[in-house]
């Protein structure tokens, strides 16, 4: 038996049901298999459906949480189950059990959430875009041409076609909060630090990256870090405590400094309905009594985009040589993205001490930026420099690929340099995402907030940093913000 009323309620309003005995768990996994299996083919969000699974979770005594009975889904790349397939987006992956359940994984299971699939992720968690060659592309369930983000895109599609309420994400540049912005739905990347990375892994792409979930409602993401926060045995550092975040939600954050600003970070361009986004959330922040002022921290674009790509080129080359050496292969541009490949190559030319000279830069940006919010509370921008793309539009043209095809199969990645492509390529990267890498590298709290659809009914996010470590303004003001201009009935048609 399924439960129709399903779709009205966020992952915290379920999990009530439950406790009131009004709803079972085993209707909610019901409903929610019975919403994939009526959209899933048309967004292509689920790529490993774990139903069975679900099923018998449910039946049985599951743990005492704020989401009991609440039907989830997992990001098919870092969080593993034991025994189940982990894809990271690629061919070799993409049916190897794995060893090991995540510490993250044991917690969000803990909290009573019902794990009901696995969902699309571009290979290695690379693109702001999910389109992978071993998954295929992730739709957008407010127009299926357009893009969902990445590289936790169809985790947001998933959660804004109502599939489930909350769904894992992970941000190393802007994944949890691009796909909330590109699918009108609440994302924030907590403090470096914050969720727990173990048992194998210490820090992922250098700390740049962190695990946890996509949401409907500002609560359900602030009860899920309560749940998750934490370090675990091993943990590569341990930051000071905080919350519980679940009470922010419902203050009021008083009145904050609030810096503002529409000029890209990195890139060149923003598009105007992304400004018109900003204006308006300015006006609203003006009316709830916040001193807001047009500011933001100054940093080199292109070479911040250069050191950026540096740190992450690497990081991508050792994914591409690990893969491969558990499939027992050599490295073959067969078993790769173009895209992927292509950042790996750049990996290939780099010294240990490029890598090492990029940490170094970045971390004192990083010193900079984090004397600018010794002025500001927080930090408001665009997500994006655009509304939803059109699929494939952020993919390497035609001629790009068979360039990159050509260095791969040749080995001549001496053409890199000497054809001046890593810089171009370095400023494509970020043209799209102009804000949010910066902040992964600083380690600071940020968020995505549905505070803005244009004319064609794209969502648009706003972008909110917070100072390192707080959190509790963040939640405090989208509480504030949810409620002023509420977005849970904003539905894309037909979900």
Request: with cysteine.
């Amino acid at each position: 038996m399924a439960f129709s009323e399903y779709a009205n309620y966020d992952g915290l309003g379920l999990a009530e049901l439950v406790r009131k005995k009004k709803v079972s768990p085993s209707e909610l996994v019901e409903e929610a298999i019975r919403r994939i299996e009526a959209h899933n083919s048309k967004l292509n969000a689920v790529v490993l459906p774990l139903f069975e699974r679900a099923r018998e979770k449910a039946k049985g005594k599951l743990p005492e949480g704020p989401f009991t009975g609440v039907p989830f889904m997992m990001k098919d790349l870092h969080a593993t189950l034991e025994g189940v397939p982990t894809s990271h987006g690629n061919k070799l992956w993409k049916n190897v059990p794995a060893s090991v359940t995540t510490e993250l994984v044991k917690s969000w299971e803990d909290s009573g959430v019902i794990v009901v699939g696995k969902t699309n992720t571009p290979e290695f968690g690379l693109t702001t875009y999910t389109e992978s060659d071993a998954l295929g592309a992730a739709r957008n369930p407010w127009a299926p041409s357009r893009t969902t983000g990445g590289s936790s895109g169809a985790s947001g599609a998933a959660v804004a076609a109502r599939m489930v309420p909350l769904a894992s994400g992970g941000d190393g540049g802007g994944s949890i909060r691009i796909p909330s912005s590109a699918c009108g739905i609440f994302g924030l990347k907590p403090t470096r630090g914050r969720t727990p990375t173990g048992p194998i892994i210490g820090e992922s792409w250098n700390g740049f990256d962190i695990e946890h979930v996509i949401t409907r409602s500002v609560r359900d993401s602030a009860a899920m870090l309560d749940a998750t926060k934490g370090p675990d045995v091993g943990a590569a550092y341990v930051i000071p405590d905080a919350g519980p975040f679940l009470p922010e939600v419902g203050k009021r954050p008083g009145k904050l400094r609030i810096a503002f600003s529409t000029k890209p970070m990195l890139g060149k361009n923003v598009h105007a309905d992304c400004v018109k986004g900003v204006e308006e959330t300015v006006s609203s922040l003006k009316e709830l009594g916040h001193d807001v002022t047009e500011d933001a921290p100054i940093i080199n674009a292109e070479e911040y985009s250069l050191q950026f790509l540096t740190v992450v080129a690497g990081q991508m080359r050792a994914d591409i040589e690990e893969a491969a050496e558990m499939a027992g292969k050599k490295v073959s541009l067969d078993d790769f993205d173009i895209s992927t490949f292509g950042v790996g190559l750049f990996g290939t030319i780099l010294k240990a001490s490029d890598y090492v000279h990029a940490l170094r830069y970045l971390q004192s940006r990083s010193r900079e930026i984090g004397r600018f919010f010794e002025k500001y509370d927080v930090l408001l921008t665009p997500v994006l420099n655009q509304p939803p793309v059109k699929i494939g539009s952020l993919k390497p043209s035609a001629s790009e690929q068979t360039q990159l095809k050509l260095i791969a199969r040749t080995g001549a990645t001496w053409i890199l340099e000497a054809m001046g492509i890593i810089k171009p390529l370095a400023a494509q990267t970020f043209e799209f995402v102009p804000w949010t890498p910066v902040f992964n590298v600083t380690g600071q709290p940020a968020m995505s907030v549905p505070l803005y659809w244009n004319a064609e009914g794209l969502p648009i996010g706003m972008h909110f940093v917070g100072k390192w470590g707080d959190e509790a303004t963040l939640f405090r003001l989208a509480g504030q913000l949810e409620k002023e201009k509420p977005w849970s009935d904003k539905a894309p048609a037909g979900y």
